[in-house]
Nanobody, 126 residues
Framework: QVQLLESGGGSVEAGGSLRLSCLYSGYSFPNYCMGWFRQTPENEREGVAVIDSDDTTTYQNSVMGRFTISLDKTKNTLYLQMNSLKPEDAAMYYC????????????????????WGQGTQVIVSS
């Protein structure tokens, strides 16, 4: 049974930093893609950053240069380091996974991800 468990959300002032973690378990696919998505009550779920298990990464333009996605396979943990946070980054952040390598295509296809965590809230005050 695949499980994804996010942590690390919280409340910060604009310009601050947070690191999200996603501990995953229960799958042993030879190739896989994982990603961070976010959603607010007003907007649909959108891709923030994705990474294939070969460490190929893709970022949404608005976070490029500020956020870093990484995968520690020895710890079964996906990370999202978020720096220079802006109020518009505030959202519920979700970790997700799917089989295969998908590159940039995965960023705009949240509905194609098979497994999701419960989410962690990020609040950014101005």
């Amino acid at each position: 049974q695949v499980q994804l468990l996010e942590s690390g959300g919280g409340s910060v002032e604009a310009g601050g930093s947070l690191r999200l973690s996603c501990l995953y378990s229960g799958y042993s696919f030879p190739n896989y893609c994982m990603g961070w998505f976010r959603q607010t009550p007003e907007n649909e779920r959108e891709g923030v950053a994705v990474i294939d298990s070969d460490d190929t990464t893709t970022y949404q333009n608005s976070v490029m240069g500020r956020f870093t996605i990484s995968l520690d396979k020895t710890k079964n943990t996906l990370y999202l380091q978020m720096n220079s946070l802006k109020p518009e980054d505030a959202a519920m952040y979700y970790c997700a996974a799917r089989r295969g390598w998908w590159g940039s295509e995965a960023l705009t296809a949240p509905k194609d991800f098979d497994y999701w965590g419960q989410g962690t809230q990020v609040i950014v005050s101005s």
